[in-house]
């Protein structure tokens, strides 16, 4: 790709998450190749608990721990990205890149394509033994041995652009940061000096108005009536041409649904920004405190004059420890006195649990996204009249099987009382803690390697 370094670059984001619309690839692949020129797709399936899930995944069973959807996300566009030079770039390795990576070789086979070139980009997982040396030394006396899930730093973008380099067709990643996915097909593009801060970080913030998907394309910034959004249920997601000198025009997939203008491209710029000045990123600090958007066309916005210093000494790591069991079961109550039924219920399951486990209680459709744990808002309400109510309960504790006879209490109302409660629904899953770490970033060497 660098070779053609005087046309501009292409990038269309694919998901967003994991679990993400498996079909949203299509019509940006599609998009990309109607452009023509060079281009990439990128995949962001990665969010923090989601790669301790897979570690877990994987060690239950050694062939899994990458990306569930990786096969339906890429089945539909790996031919049409190879065939016409679309570099496709994802984290969906999370665990396992090594497995993601022979399943994209297995499903290249199963369509009749020829081998993709598949890169690998490794240095993220600091599980092993080297690893938890590095960790342990930041943590100290509070690295739980015993407890001790994974830990993963946040590669940058680098690697990503060396893989392309020696000619990637497809690269794997686990953990690197999420707009190092788009800055780095950028950086093998235009091949930047590692120094330039303010491309790399023009780059940046083109990747970190992309990886979140539809969510610059009006998914998250509709709201009927105030923000309307043409035709949500379609919504397309979002491609960026960058230039060579790291501005950039957000846009989204032909024939789609969807909103790009300055209000969603300035929220999603905004979007968990710690500090506008100082973005830290592991390939750049960007500063967008002087930066511009503008409305250059239909469903086109322009980035312009973000700023760039140097990049952290640092990476930064997440640890992942065992927290316990986290419980959580629902059942519902309709008609005359359903909220008092409720409250009863909510109290019946307080008395029989009291010093087994903490508890959360939420009515919901009365009190539960604006709830609080210790349940202070709830009880300060005066029961209602309401009609229609759904209690849910919640509990944690080290032990699974406390967590078990908090689901079988709540399962017993149904003949225990009160009456009329019906469709219960328990679920019980492993919680897991985190610790941030900074390790020095020479300790942490990225590399690549093709599969």
Not at 95 to 112: S, T, V
Not at 235 to 262: M, N, Q, R
Not at 273 to 302: F, M, N, S
Not at 331 to 336: E, R
Request: charged residues 20%; hydrophobic residues 45%.
């Amino acid at each position: 790709m660098h070779n053609r370094a005087m046309e501009t670059i292409a990038i269309g984001c694919g998901a967003g998450f994991s679990g993400d619309r498996v079909e949203a690839a299509g019509p940006v692949v599609r998009t990309l190749v109607a452009r023509g020129g060079p281009a990439a797709l990128i995949f962001e399936n990665l969010a923090e608990r989601t790669l301790a899930l897979q570690h877990l995944a994987r060690r239950a069973n050694p062939a899994l721990g990458y990306e569930p959807l990786l096969l339906d996300e890429l089945r539909p566009i790996l031919a049409d990205c190879v065939k016409h030079g679309i570099t496709i770039v994802g984290n969906f390795g999370a665990a396992n890149p090594q497995g993601a990576a022979a399943a994209i070789l297995a499903l290249a086979k199963e369509l009749g394509l020829q081998p993709p070139r598949v890169a690998v980009v490794s240095g993220d997982d600091l599980s092993d033994e080297r690893g938890r040396v590095l960790v342990r030394a930041q943590l100290g006396a509070s690295f739980d041995e015993g407890h001790f899930v994974c830990a993963n730093a946040y590669q940058g973008a680098v690697e990503i652009a060396a893989a392309i380099r020696d000619g990637a067709q497809v690269v794997v990643t686990g953990r690197v940061a999420d707009p190092s996915l788009v800055l780095g097909p950028a950086l093998a593009h235009y091949d930047w000096p590692l120094d330039d801060w303010d491309r790399l970080a023009g780059a940046t913030m083109a990747g970190h108005l992309l990886e979140c998907g539809a969510q610059v394309t009006g998914g998250y910034f509709a709201d009927p009536g105030r923000k309307d959004v043409p035709d949500l249920a379609n919504v397309g997601f979002p491609t960026a041409e960058i230039f060579e000198d790291g501005t950039c025009i957000v846009s989204k997939a032909d024939g789609t649904g969807g909103l790009v203008d300055t209000r969603t491209v300035k929220e999603q710029l905004l979007y968990e920004l710690h500090d506008p000045a100082a973005y830290l990123t592991p390939d750049v600090v960007a500063d967008i405190t002087q930066a511009t958007v503008t409305q250059v066309g239909p469903d086109r916005v322009k980035l312009a004059g973000v700023r760039g210093h140097a990049r952290p000494a640092t990476l930064k790591a997440l640890a992942y420890f065992d927290g316990g069991w986290l419980g959580e079961g629902e059942i519902s109550y309709a008609g005359v006195q359903a909220e008092a039924r409720a409250r009863l219920a909510m109290e019946v399951l307080r008395e029989r649990l009291h010093g087994v486990l903490d508890l959360r209680f939420d009515l919901v459709g009365i009190c539960s996204i604006v709830g609080d744990d210790g349940g202070r808002l709830l009880a300060s309400q005066e029961a209602g009249s309401a009609t229609d109510v759904r209690l849910r309960v919640a509990g944690k504790h080290a032990d699974g099987a406390a967590v078990d006879r908090m689901l079988r209490e709540l399962t017993a109302l149904y003949t225990c009382g009160p009456g009329g409660g019906g469709g219960v629904r328990t679920g019980k899953r492993q919680r897991l803690s985190n610790r941030a770490v900074l390790i020095p970033r020479e300790l942490l060497p990225a590399r690549h390697e093709f599969a």
